[in-house]
């Protein structure tokens, strides 16, 4: 077996591999991609929206990784930084436990979406919905599905958002 290639760098040339000599071709995606689809770096946003049937807030983050501060869009009032941090850090551990490609899904659980200081940068909206003949959740990214991940996830999501708004607790694991 054998694979065609080009470079850019020398036009009009077509090269002829060895598949021998192209290890990674045959490996299947999972191998080298990561299960953690979207990791925004927190100063590179200007605003986080969640949304689920029960809670939404907007949190604007302004500042430095030195010097920083969140607020709420709504009401414009100061916010928790340690508190948002970690709610953050659990917004971007969800993980792709495997490959979805079917326009099929259920409803929709929630949604994050990620706005950025960079205008010319469109926003990440990740959702998440409900399996459509499994337990597994379906997580798609900017309308897309992508991946499923374990429905404790979500579970663990929505009673985050509450936690926050509440100012309990923040748990990081699902």
Do not use: H
């Not at 850019?8 to 991609?33: K, R």
């Amino acid at each position: 077996v054998a694979y065609y290639g080009i470079c850019n760098q020398v036009p009009d040339v077509i090269y002829l591999f060895d598949a021998a000599s192209l290890p990674w071709i045959t490996n299947p995606p999972e191998d080298f991609a990561s299960e953690i689809f979207l990791m925004p770096y927190i100063f590179d946003l200007e605003s986080i929206a969640y949304e689920d049937a029960e809670t939404s807030f907007e949190i604007r983050i302004e500042g430095t990784n030195e010097s920083n501060a969140f607020y709420n869009n709504e009401t414009n009032e100061k916010v928790d930084g340690d508190s948002f941090k970690e709610l953050y850090q659990y917004f971007i551990s969800a993980k792709g436990d495997s490959f979805y490609d079917s326009e099929d899904r259920g409803e929709k659980i929630a949604s994050i979406t990620y706005n950025y200081e960079n205008e010319s940068m469109e926003p990440s909206v990740v959702e998440f919905f409900e399996g459509v003949e499994s337990r597994e959740v379906i997580i798609a990214v900017n309308g897309v599905n992508l991946y499923t991940t374990k429905p404790m996830y979500t579970v663990r999501l929505l009673e985050n958002a509450q936690a926050f708004l509440n100012g309990e607790e923040i748990v990081l694991s699902y």
